[in-house]
Nanobody, 115 residues
Framework: QVQLVESGGGLVQPGGSLRLSCAAS????????MGWYRQDPGKQREMVAT???????NYAESVKGRFTISRDNAKNTVYLQMNTLNPEDTATYYC?????????WGQGTQVTVSS
């Protein structure tokens, strides 16, 4: 069983930055993918960025050039650096862990971009 603990959400002005963190613990498979997804009420959850256990990254078109996903393998932690935020980035952000053994979601952290 894998547990995910997210942190770093909050309120930020348009053009500002935030960094989200997701710490994984438990039975982590060597081969896995971790990522960030976001969801607005009434909308489908969408992929924001993912990173494999060997560091291969993938981004949604809407965040390319503004968001950076990274990981610290020693800490089993994945980060999402979000720059040049705009109101359309407002959502609940969820961390996800996926391996051959299944997938796990974090509890979600709210990001609000507003002046």
């Amino acid at each position: 069983q894998v547990q995910l603990v997210e942190s770093g959400g909050g309120l930020v002005q348009p053009g500002g930055s935030l960094r989200l963190s997701c710490a994984a613990s438990g039975s982590i498979f060597p081969i896995h993918v971790m990522g960030w997804y976001r969801q607005d009420p009434g909308k489908q959850r969408e992929m924001v960025a993912t990173i494999t256990s060997i560091g291969t990254t993938n981004y949604a078109e809407s965040v390319k050039g503004r968001f950076t996903i990274s990981r610290d393998n020693a800490k089993n932690t994945v980060y999402l650096q979000m720059n040049t935020l705009n109101p359309e980035d407002t959502a609940t952000y969820y961390c996800n862990y996926r391996s051959a053994n299944g997938y796990v979601w974090g509890q979600g952290t709210q990001v609000t971009v507003s002046s």
